[in-house]
């Protein structure tokens, strides 16, 4: 039986994409307060700062995004329809003049179907919040933030991919076909990775700005991904 204190159980099966948002919104606002990221969201961002911020995650994307797509059940793969967004990445590293250089060719995912829904969750969700970035950049940057494929990767329709995403993800684990459990333990697994190669990015970027992470109460997390938003929108 399912002990419904545990934070890694979804409460249903049927809301397993909004059970993830609550699981790991405490390491998406670690991510969001990395010295990297604060500079992107920050009034005074520079093309620099979006130059950083699109080589640290064309790591992340290299290291992750092929092995949890080979990982999925084909069928599931073609449910989710998700395109790769590495190419989007490299695109807008070359027309800033920066192609990519990768430090390093490991490939890196959680085992299992399930787990790779997870770790996929996380990456498609980056664009998610990606379209709000683009947005502020555009307004700071103006025509130097040039096309941002990646951020705006799905452009007007960022909306409806994601409800189409969330919602098979509710379906598939509404029909048994994958474990909540597993996915949401493969999302935890690939944002706390994923957090860790954007703060060695960091390191390497801006070493005397990189400091000690500090880890906010349980359930703060929500709140300042909340707040994130309204920041942004306003600025
Ligand atoms: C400065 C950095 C970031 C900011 C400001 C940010 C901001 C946001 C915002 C505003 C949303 C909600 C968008 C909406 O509901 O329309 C969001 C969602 C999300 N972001 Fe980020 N994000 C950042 C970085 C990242 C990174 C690097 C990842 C993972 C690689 C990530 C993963 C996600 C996920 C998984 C969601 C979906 C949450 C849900 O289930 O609704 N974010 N982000």
Same mark, same amino acid.
């Given at each position: 039986?399912?002990?419904?204190?545990?934070?890694?159980?979804?409460?249903?099966?049927?809301? &397993?994409?909004?059970?993830?948002?609550?699981?790991?919104?405490?390491?998406?606002?670690?991510?969001?307060? &990395?010295?990297?990221?604060? @500079?992107?969201?920050?009034?005074?961002?520079?093309?620099?700062?979006? &130059?950083?911020?699109?080589?640290?995650?064309?790591?992340?994307?290299?290291?992750?995004?092929?092995?949890?797509?080979?990982?999925?059940?084909?069928?599931?793969?073609?449910?989710?329809?998700?395109? *790769?967004?590495?190419?989007?990445?490299?695109?807008?590293?070359?027309?800033?003049?920066?192609?990519?250089?990768?430090?390093?060719?490991?490939?890196?995912? *959680?085992?299992?179907?399930?787990?790779? &829904?997870?770790?996929?969750?996380?990456?498609?969700?980056?664009?998610?919040?990606?379209?709000?970035?683009?947005?502020?950049?555009?307004?700071?940057?103006?025509?130097?933030?040039?096309?941002?494929?990646?951020?705006?990767?799905?452009?007007?329709?960022?909306?409806?991919?994601?409800?189409? $995403?969330?919602?098979?993800?509710?379906?598939?684990?509404?029909?048994?076909?994958?474990?909540?459990?597993?996915?949401?333990?493969?999302?935890?697994?690939? $944002?706390?990775?994923?957090?860790?190669?954007?703060?060695?990015?960091?390191?390497?970027?801006?070493?005397?700005?990189?400091?000690?992470?500090?880890?906010?109460? *349980?359930?703060?997390?929500?709140? @300042?991904?909340?707040?994130?938003?309204?920041?942004?929108?306003?600025?």
């Amino acid at each position: 039986m399912h002990d419904i204190h545990d934070a890694t159980r979804p409460a249903t099966s049927a809301r &397993l994409a909004i059970h993830l948002r609550h699981a790991t919104a405490k390491t998406h606002q670690a991510v969001e307060r &990395l010295p990297l990221m604060a @500079r992107l969201t920050s009034p005074s961002v520079t093309r620099e700062d979006y &130059l950083d911020y699109l080589h640290a995650l064309a790591e992340v994307y290299a290291a992750l995004e092929g092995s949890l797509l080979d990982v999925l059940d084909e069928e599931i793969r073609n449910d989710l329809g998700v395109r *790769p967004k590495l190419p989007a990445i490299l695109d807008d590293l070359a027309e800033q003049g920066q192609p990519h250089i990768p430090r390093t060719s490991t490939q890196l995912a *959680p085992a299992g179907s399930g787990a790779a &829904l997870g770790g996929l969750y996380v990456l498609e969700g980056a664009t998610l919040g990606g379209r709000v970035i683009a947005k502020h950049l555009r307004r700071c940057l103006g025509p130097a933030l040039g096309s941002a494929g990646f951020l705006d990767f799905h452009g007007e329709h960022s909306s409806a991919a994601w409800k189409r $995403f969330a919602g098979i993800l509710d379906s598939l684990s509404a029909h048994g076909r994958i474990d909540p459990a597993e996915v949401v333990s493969g999302a935890h697994t690939t $944002f706390a990775l994923v957090h860790r190669m954007l703060e060695d990015a960091d390191a390497r970027s801006a070493p005397a700005q990189a400091g000690p992470e500090h880890i906010e109460p *349980p359930g703060s997390g929500a709140r @300042r991904l909340a707040t994130s938003v309204a920041a942004l929108q306003e600025d």
